[in-house]
């Protein structure tokens, strides 16, 4: 069973980590702070872990320290190797998946992915689009966002083309 630490020890031990994970996270870059990959999720789950572990004297502090680092200088190396070579990156990371090509689902890619077309309908609405047949190209990107391209048809009027509506 564990001790019972005083306040001020946990304070400590949180401010500690809080302090440390903060600098790792600056180190590790800003494409670890934008929309969660999957390699990045497994970090975050870890992290939460071993916080959790230092904050309640499971493991000692500079144990923690040295996981917590073990571990962002890992993911960096990964994200650096994935960076530079296709075929890890194709094993590590999903790429990008059409949805929607010229106004149609491309049911095969939904199934792949375990998408229902309500679900796409759902994303379009989210883009601003209604209907499947103003979409050039719709993708499943790896950050697990869907990207639109609208047909030249359904996009906006742009400022030098106003002259010709007249």
Known sequence: MLEQMDPVGIAL????????????????????????????????LVIGDLFDDVFWTEVPVVEGLVAFATLIFTHIF?????????TIYRLLASPARALIKD??????????????????????????????????EAKLEPSGQVSVLKTSDS????KKEKGRLR
């Open 13 to 44: 031990r949180v401010s500690i980590m809080y302090l440390y994970a903060l600098a790792l996270v600056r180190i590790s870059g800003k494409q670890s702070l934008g929309q969660l990959t999957p390699m990045d999720f497994v970090v975050t």
């Open 78 to 86: 990964v994200t650096f190797v994935t960076c530079r070579n296709q």
């Open 103 to 136: 106004g149609r689902l491309v049911l095969e890619n939904l199934q792949q992915e375990w998408i229902r077309p309500e679900t796409v309908q759902f994303e379009l609405r989210v883009n601003g689009e209604e209907h499947l047949k103003d979409v050039k």
């Open 155 to 158: 996009q906006p009027v742009q």
